[in-house]
């Protein structure tokens, strides 16, 4: 039925691709290469309300040239089992939820720039255009507006700039505006996190969310990764 989406579920778990390929992100080689890929379109950055041990994978595929969509998922199995924690935050140009087909959750997987979230909305713009998922030329203003319930607090925005973190940021009621100018190429992603736990809906359980990449091509001849292309042995 349309387009296909390719998903690398839970993919540093036993069952994982990642483990089970033995993705290494200290020196980019994929040691089991008939248990990996490049060939997927999205992966589980979030299950379940983990995320620490996929998001140094995220952030190395970055560096390597490769963009997959990152997404999360509650992986609930039941309708006690952290439904409605995680999601994942995607534009679309419609007007009305009777508007949704198949083809709009595939083109803003493949192309639309997600938000992988443990609760909060972040909206990060460019000019008044949504950021995640885009390439830009020369410096960048980025405005990033954090979005939550009255019962969920952020504190915190982490930047990464090539896999590196380069930016804390507190959080406050208005936006933020950060300027980028990186001297190469570079590729960035945003997270947030909150120290308080959002009870009472999610008690025990602290906000979290990952914008996909966005790129910065410093000449405009085409953005190039700061790292060699994955080894696949």
Known sequence: DGDIIVQANHPTSSAGMFKNAGWSISNGEINVGHKGSEGFDAFEVLNDGGYTSVVPHY??????????????????????????????????????????????????????????????????????????????????????DIRTPSWMKVDTLHVYENGTEVMTLPVEDAALQIDLAPEADAVYVLTVDGSQDMSPVYPGQRPWALTQAFFVDVAGDGWEPPLPPLTIR
């Open 59 to 144: 952030l190395d595929m970055l560096n390597r040239g490769l963009s997959p969509t990152p997404v999360g998922v509650s992986d609930s199995h039941s309708h006690t089992g952290g439904v409605g924690e995680n999601l994942t935050w995607v534009p679309m140009d419609i007007e009305g939820i009777q508007e949704l087909t198949n083809d709009h959750i595939r083109q803003a997987v493949k192309t639309g720039g997600s938000v992988a979230s443990h609760g909060p909305l972040v909206v990060a713009t460019v000019d008044g255009q949504w950021a995640p998922g885009t390439t830009h030329t020369g410096s960048v203003a980025l405005n990033v």
